[in-house]
């Protein structure tokens, strides 16, 4: 490396860790400062659809031993995305050829991953460069253009480019871009997992244990259920990847990530919940399941089956916030990637893929600078080009899917159930409107 400079990255999580992966292994001096004291703090233990940007990032940034690591211990979700009535009566089936191409290259194809062993492989060999119980407060920036990061346990750290990679919540963001807004939708997701074994395989039709489907009701509420399977064969490696964390023991159900399952969320705008927001967010998962099995009263058996089976602490609720794109701003060695900038709703499952894509070209561009390939300010500031456009482009696709999901439009609905049936008697229509699922 020609240029020397020191890297802190601000939160472990998905794009922070790909990033320090890249740049450790590049040989360019990284830190990352993650608050979470354990390596499975505050995840969520449902799977990430990850799709080809992801992979590709993955691919890229990561050792050859954790890109096998990351495919080893990857389920499946299926080999095809369905539509569904909540009568499960079929409205369309797009199948893997158009998502991932016929020759299935893991490179450029869909996987699906427990978020907790994506969070292991990220984490896998960054002893000396990811700093656990870092609860970063604020920066200060010095005349020589160095910056200075303060902790919550009252120690600091010094960097000449900080990244904030500190998810949704940014704290980089709240003081370098304090104009960046996150709202609030009005929409919540209630989420839970049914466990899979042979027994439980039986009771559920084929259609929802063989891959992803979108559940689309009359109107005002939708939901998403897709399968996460593991080979019988799936074991825990040496180092520990695959197997269950120490979260495990806390909380069995919603962490384990040893064993497979189908994931359901139903949402719909919050007074369609008929609880305050106040009662809502205090209900444990007993309550909360009890009230989406009281909404779906109607539905197929085997759909109200999936929520009532599904044990209580696997269920939780989401708020469905998302960013308000923001104009480009003047480039400092400063900078931000993934929810710390653009965080979206979870309805195209494309949040953790941005992110990875952020990593990967921010990690890039870093990498020329050092080598002296490209001024360090023209990398980063290319890299917020580029990821300003196609950032917020995602946070609204994924605004208005979410919109779509819970419009309370029974025409539109219905206008929406017509184009599936049609597009599945028309194939090359099927083909050209949902060759990129789950991509953009
Ligand atoms: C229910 C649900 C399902 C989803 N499914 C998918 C999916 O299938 N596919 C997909 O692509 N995306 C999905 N997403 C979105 C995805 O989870 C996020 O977009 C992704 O995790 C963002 O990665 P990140 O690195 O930006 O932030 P995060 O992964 O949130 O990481 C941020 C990290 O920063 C740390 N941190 C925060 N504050 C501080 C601080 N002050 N000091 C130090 N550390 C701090 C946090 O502890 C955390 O580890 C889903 C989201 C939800 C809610």
């Known amino acids: 490396m020609s240029k020397r400079f020191r890297v802190a990255i601000v939160g472990g999580g998905t794009g922070g860790l790909c990033l320090a992966q890249a740049l450790h292994r590049a040989g360019v001096e990284v830190s990352v400062y993650e608050r979470g004291r354990l390596r499975t703090d505050r995840l969520q233990g449902y799977r990430v659809h990850i799709n080809p940007h992801g992979a590709q990032a993955l691919h890229e940034c990561l050792p050859a031993e954790l890109w096998q690591a990351f495919e080893a211990t990857c389920g499946t979700s299926g080999n095809s995305f369905g539509f569904v009535t909540e009568q499960l009566q079929d409205l369309l089936l797009v199948e893997d050829e158009l998502t991932s191409g016929a020759e299935r290259d893991p490179v450029t194809a869909h996987h699906s991953v427990s978020r907790i062993t994506l969070h292991q492989v990220l984490s896998a060999g960054l002893d000396g460069v990811l700093h656990l119980g870092k609860e970063f407060e604020r920066y200060e920036r010095a005349d020589d253009g160095s910056v200075t990061l303060y902790f919550a346990d009252g120690t600091t750290a010094t960097a000449d480019v900080l ?24 929409i919540r997701a209630i989420a839970g997992k049914y466990p899979l074994t042979e027994e439980t395989r039986r009771r559920l039709p084929t259609r929802l244990v063989t891959g992803p489907n979108n559940v689309i009701p009359p109107a005002g ?9 593991l080979d019988a064969d799936h074991a825990p490696t040496a180092d520990g990847i695959g197997g269950n964390d120490e979260t495990a023991t806390e909380d069995a159900v919603l962490f384990d990530n040893t064993g497979s399952y189908v994931m359901w969320a139903y949402a719909a705008n919050g007074d369609r919940f008929r609880h305050d927001e106040a ?25 109200r089956r999936l929520i009532a089976e599904s044990p209580a602490r696997s269920v939780s609720l989401l708020p469905i916030r998302t960013s308000v794109p923001v104009p480009q701003w003047e480039t400092t060695t400063i900078t931000l990637l993934g929810d710390a900038i653009h965080s979206m709703t979870p309805f195209r499952g494309i949040g953790a893929n941005t992110a990875l894509r952020d990593a990967q070209l921010l990690a890039s561009n870093l990498i020329a600078a050092a080598r002296g390939d490209t001024d360090l300010l023209t990398g980063i500031r290319d890299y917020e080009t580029q990821m300003i456009d196609y950032g917020f482009a995602a946070v609204r696709t994924s605004l208005r899917s979410a919109e779509q999901a819970v419009s309370a439009n029974r025409a539109g609905r219905s206008a929406f159930k017509a184009a599936l049936r049609l597009f599945s008697v028309i194939p090359p229509l099927k083909r050209k409107v949902f060759s990129e699922l789950g991509n953009k």
């Open 163 to 186: 990244v904030g990679a500190d998810g949704a919540n940014s704290r980089v963001r709240g003081q370098y871009l304090p104009h960046a807004e996150r709202i609030d939708t009005g």
């Open 221 to 229: 509420c939708g939901m998403f259920v897709a399968p996460h399977e």
């Open 279 to 303: 009662e809502l967010s205090t209900m444990d998962g007993e309550g909360l399941r009890d009230l989406v099995g009281r909404l779906v009263n109607g539905w197929h058996p085997s759909l």
